[in-house]
């Protein structure tokens, strides 16, 4: 699926919450022509992003579907727990603290970690050493003043 290694991208939540900043994401990566995985730590979250997606802003429609389902195999955007790829996605979103597990097959991986959280600071970092020792191409975005993403590193 991909030519080369799995890039990881780090996005610092830090103006914006996962609930509005994921679809935006998530509707950038549909328009690219590619699928996403969005992999969380539980079922409620799944439940919480699965009913979110449908209502997040009301001229807006992000197909998804839930791992599990009938038809998750042919979802464009699927939320799961699990580590497997049964959508075939492209990219990869890591919420809530979720473990990326194997990235091959995948063009990118999306870490998403809550700014004013310390924990959550702390694992971003660790992850990020991870990734670079692994030799993956790592980069680091930031949200501007004007709420733009920005490439810090």
Do not use: I
Request: net charge negative.
């Amino acid at each position: 699926m991909t030519g080369g290694a799995c890039e990881v991208w780090f996005y610092h939540l830090e103006r914006t919450a996962l609930d509005q900043a994921l679809p935006e994401l998530l509707e950038k990566t549909l328009a690219r022509g590619w699928r996403a995985l969005v992999r969380t730590v539980g079922a409620e979250r799944v439940e919480h992003l699965d009913s979110h997606l449908w209502t997040w802003r009301e001229d807006a429609f992000l197909p998804h579907g839930v791992a599990g389902e009938e038809e998750a195999p042919r979802q464009p955007v699927l939320l799961t727990t699990a580590m497997d790829n049964p959508n075939g996605a492209h990219a990869l979103f890591l919420v809530d603290g979720a473990e990326a597990g194997p990235l091959e097959g995948f063009a990118r991986c999306v870490v998403m970690f809550d700014g004013r959280d310390e924990q959550a600071l702390a694992d971003a970092r660790q992850r990020w050493k991870v990734f670079k020792s692994e030799g993956l191409p790592v980069s680091y975005w930031r949200q501007s003043e004007q709420g733009r993403w920005e490439k810090q590193a």
